[in-house]
């Protein structure tokens, strides 16, 4: 091939590339534009936008301060409005992070809509920096046409697209433990000490982005290891020269120390080099049993490690309280294939990839998989190390989150589809080098995987596959939760509400959105101890249900719907937008002589955030 067909060649990659990042930014810039704010996104950006504007770590302790800060400073530099005086918000005070980010979003003055819109926008920057990392390592394995397919199939898997737009620490997590991935490999192929500082700094910044990014780092430098005691006990010669001789125990223990290093900086630098997490006033209620959990919490390892490290102020509270999240996760209800559990499933995780991944991905990860056991039983050790290091530690996290117990939705194992989307792109990418009919066969696989976040559109986040008919009203009786429910589709809903001639609703809502931001001003929350979050906020709207209203239902809450008007839910046939269903107004459902009237419910009163 001349040095002309080399570079057209390889224009012809970046172009392409090019041309999927801009029409995934619109689709990504779209759907943060239409869709209302999910439940987890009003702590993430109030607690933001707290040490962004005051400079105070309390709120959402779960998690570390990187991440939701930078998703909180456009709103903070540009939003406009009035910012709160914590002095005089109730939910300030009492370290409420649900109500003080329903405030922060709502009730500054600024315009709603333009709030989330900015709290978006870092999120959607860092799932485009997630294909680029995915570009990076496929291009470590079959150049850049590897790369390319590897970019595009992993911005457009749908569930990677829709969580990419919200401010949540799903995709940035994923993109972490990618950065860690990449610097382990180049490290490891060249142990230079530029490599060393930049695989410590990865994971360093990585774990203030999310817990299982420090996690995966320790399970990465965990592989590493084992590859070099392997190599040891039996050793083989190379099939073809590396670029330098691999790292001894010299260099496997700097790594660890350096690790080590950047890991204890990064958790005083996030904290501003301060041991308390406020600034201004004492650590208060929920946020202090994260920071220091109260005597009569069970003391595993974890936490008596944690309370000596609290003790000797040798990590700051930011660090201590993901640390302690963990430690404390207690028993919360699960729910899949129709039962519901307080402990989990362990093949909750496997339904999930079975029913939440285009079928054209789970055909690919079969024939990936055996790609990569063949790559492990390489007897060129080259190419079995490299298969090790890219998906051993994913999934190795994944077996831990797996064993977790925590199901409350598909989006915690989304870092498992960087390697996947990865080892896909290698695939496609020697396609297309064979040309012919396997070179039209991987234009074919692209486009349908792009077709899956097309035609899903503004609902990538709740997509199913083909198994269920792609409906997340069809999987409620297999799955629950953020799966097909997160309160995202409000506006939507309003809006379609709007096209229908409706001014006034029934409202069973599960989310954390407003009501009157999504375009839905007269509406009345009908059924006692609803809406969940935050129950204070829109007490005054609670009431008996209006005959002749349409009434708005979550996914979420339909079976509690059901079981209180079983007569209207079972004659009436809603119309379904996404993961809410619209059913006509009971008066127009309800059998001739009958009055069609729900039980009355005592109105409930309360005052704001």
């Known amino acids: 091939m001349s040095a002309g067909s080399r570079r057209a060649r390889i224009a012809w990659e970046y172009l392409a590339g090019a041309a999927v990042a801009f029409v995934w930014l619109l689709l990504a810039l779209d759907g943060a534009r239409r869709l209302s704010a999910t439940i987890d996104e009003v702590p993430h950006l109030g607690s933001g936008y707290a040490i962004a504007e005051y400079g105070d770590l309390r709120f959402n302790p779960e998690h570390p301060p990187l991440a939701k800060t930078l998703f909180a400073l456009p709103m903070a530099l540009f939003g406009g409005g009035t910012p709160p005086d914590p002095g005089e918000v109730a939910s300030w005070r009492a370290g409420d992070q649900w109500s003080w980010g329903y405030r922060v979003l709502y009730h500054t003055g600024a315009d709603p809509s333009r709030m989330l819109l900015l709290g978006r926008l870092v999120p959607i920057g860092i799932g485009l920096l997630g294909g680029v990392l995915a570009w990076a390592w496929a291009a470590e394995i079959g150049g850049r046409r590897a790369g390319f397919f590897a970019f595009s199939l992993l911005l457009f898997y749908p569930e990677y697209l829709g969580h990419a737009r919200y401010a949540t620490f799903d995709v940035p997590m994923l993109a972490g433990c990618a950065a860690v991935s990449l610097a382990a490999w180049r490290w490891w192929k060249r142990p230079t000490t530029a490599r060393l500082l930049l695989f410590g700094a990865a994971a360093g910044i990585g774990s203030l982005v999310k817990l299982p990014v420090a996690v995966f780092a320790v399970l990465q430098f965990a592989v590493l290891a084992a590859i070099w005691l392997l190599n040891r006990v039996r050793p083989k010669r190379y099939g073809s020269t590396p670029a330098a001789p691999r790292p001894d125990g010299v260099a496997l223990a700097a790594a660890l120390g350096a690790l080590a290093v950047f890991g204890f900086a990064a958790a005083w630098a996030g904290s501003g080099f301060q041991f308390r997490s406020d600034r201004r006033e004492p650590l208060l209620e929920r946020p202090a049993a994260y920071a220091q959990p109260p005597a009569e919490v069970p003391r595993g390892a974890l936490l008596r490690a944690t309370d000596r490290l609290r003790a000797a102020r040798l990590l700051p509270e930011t660090a201590l309280a993901p640390i302690n999240t963990a430690g404390m996760v207690g028993e919360r209800r699960s729910f899949l294939l129709g039962q519901s559990s307080d402990q989990g499933y362990p093949q909750y995780y496997f339904v999930t990839v079975l029913l939440k991944t285009p079928v054209i991905y ?222 006509p107004p009971m008066r127009s459902v309800a059998p001739p002589g009958a009055s069609g009237a729900p039980p009355r419910l005592p109105s409930r009163r309360g005052t704001g955030p």
Not at 400 to 424: D, E, K, M, Q, T
Request: glycine fraction near 8%; hydrophobic fraction near 50%.
């Open 362 to 583: 789970l055909l690919g990860g079969l024939h990936g998989l055996l790609l990569v056991w063949k790559r492990m039983l390489d007897a060129r050790t080259w190419r079995r190390e490299r298969a090790f290091v890219l998906v051993a530690p994913f999934l190795l996290l994944f077996a831990i989150v797996a064993a977790s117990g925590l199901n409350i939705g598909h989006r915690h194992v989304l870092f498992i589809y960087f390697p996947w989307c990865v080892i896909l792109g290698m695939i496609l990418g020697k396609f297309t080098n064979a040309g012919g009919l396997r070179r039209g066969f991987a234009v074919l696989i692209l486009s349908i995987a792009a077709t899956s976040a097309l035609v899903s559109h503004p609902f990538q986040a709740t997509y199913f596959n083909v198994l269920v008919n792609h409906s997340p009203k069809n999987a409620r009786a297999i799955l629950s939760d953020s799966n097909v429910d997160w309160g995202e589709s409000l506006g939507e809903a309003a809006r379609e509400l709007a096209r229908q001639g409706h001014r006034e609703a029934n409202l069973l809502y599960f989310g954390m959105a407003s009501p009157e931001a999504a375009g839905l001003e007269r509406f009345t929350f009908f059924m006692k101890g609803f809406p969940l979050f935050p129950p204070s906020v829109y007490a005054r709207k609670a009431g008996p249900m209006r005959a002749d209203a349409p009434t708005l239902v979550s996914l979420a809450l339909l079976p509690e719907f059901e079981a209180a008007y079983g007569t209207y839910a079972r004659g009436a046939k809603p119309v379904v937008v996404n993961s809410i269903l619209i059913f």
